[in-house]
T-cell receptor
Framework: EAGVAQSPRYKIIEKRQSVAFWCNPI?????LYWYQQILGQGPKLLIQ????????DSQLPKDRFSAERLKGVDSTLKIQPAKLEDSAVYLC????????????FGEGSWLTVV | AQSVTQLGSHVSVSEGALVLLRCNYS??????LFWYVQYPNQGLQLLLK??????LVKGINGFEAEFKKSETSFHLTKPSAHMSDAAEYFC?????????????FGKGTKLSVKP
C-alpha cells in the first residue's frame, strides 16, 4: 500500500515569497491533515479536512496560509507571503475516518525562509 | 484543553540499557494516547497507541507503554536499547472537537544510544 506522498521535499525561499506544498493521502482515506513542525517542537495541527470539507482550521494563520482539498483527494497548502518564522517541516497525514485513531504521516516538506 | 508534557528533551542511554521516556498528559475526557518515532529527515511513524482496554500496550521494535490514569502518565519503555533506536520520540493525545483523529503532541524527546 502506498503511503502519504508529499512534494517538494525541500524548499528554500526568500521572505515575502510564496510557496505551495502538495499532498496525496493514502488511497481511500477520507481525513487529511496538515501539521507544522518547527525545529525542536512537536507537530502542531494547521488544518483538518474530511473529504473536501474543512473540519478544523482554528490554528491556521489565515492571513498568509491557505489550504484546499479539491475533489476530496489530494491537497495543497500555500503560504503567501512567507515569513522567517514559517521555516518548518510541513507534515501531511491521513486517516481512514474521523473516528479512526491511526494517523499515517508523510515524510514532510522542509521549508527554509531566508 | 488537552496537553502533553514530555519530561527530558534529551535522554542518553548505553546500548543494552533500559530505555524510559516519560510522558504526562492532561485531558478532561478519556484520552487516546500515542507514541510516535521520528528518524532524521523522515516523517513520523506510529510506535504504539492506547485507546481502551488493556493498559499495557505493546508496540513495534520491542517498545511498550503503560497507561496509568491515576498518574496521568503514558511512559514509553524498552528493556534493552539498540543503536538503531536513536531517534526523536513524540507522545501525543487525541484532540477534541468531535474528532478523535487530530493529535496534540509533546515537544519530543531525543534518544541517544551510546555503544
Amino acid at each position: 500500500e502506498a503511503g502519504v506522498a508529499q512534494s517538494p521535499r525541500y524548499k528554500i525561499i526568500e521572505k515575502r515569497q510564496s510557496v505551495a506544498f502538495w499532498c496525496n493521502p493514502i488511497s481511500g482515506h477520507a481525513t487529511l491533515y496538515w501539521y507544522q513542525q518547527i525545529l525542536g517542537q512537536g507537530p502542531k495541527l494547521l488544518i483538518q479536512f474530511q473529504n473536501n470539507g474543512v473540519v478544523d482550521d482554528s490554528q491556521l494563520p489565515k492571513d498568509r496560509f491557505s489550504a484546499e482539498r479539491l475533489k476530496g483527494v489530494d491537497s495543497t497548502l500555500k503560504i503567501q507571503p512567507a515569513k522567517l518564522e514559517d521555516s518548518a517541516v510541513y507534515l501531511c497525514a491521513s486517516n481512514p475516518t474521523t473516528q479512526g485513531n491511526t494517523i499515517y504521516f508523510g515524510e514532510g516538506s522542509w521549508l527554509t525562509v531566508v | 484543553a488537552q496537553s502533553v508534557t514530555q519530561l527530558g528533551s534529551h535522554v542518553s542511554v548505553s546500548e543494552g540499557a533500559l530505555v524510559l521516556l516519560r510522558c504526562n498528559y492532561s485531558s478532561s475526557v478519556p484520552p487516546y494516547l500515542f507514541w510516535y518515532v521520528q528518524y532524521p529527515n523522515q516523517g513520523l511513524q506510529l510506535l504504539l497507541k492506547y485507546t481502551t482496554g488493556a493498559t499495557l500496550v505493546k508496540g513495534i521494535n520491542g517498545f511498550e507503554a503503560e497507561f496509568k490514569k491515576s498518574e496521568t502518565s503514558f511512559h514509553l519503555t524498552k528493556p534493552s536499547a539498540h543503536m538503531s533506536d536513536a531517534a526523536e520520540y513524540f507522545c501525543a493525545v487525541s484532540g477534541h472537537g468531535g474528532s478523535q483523529g487530530n493529535l496534540i503532541f509533546g515537544k519530543g524527546t531525543k534518544l541517544s544510544v551510546k555503544p
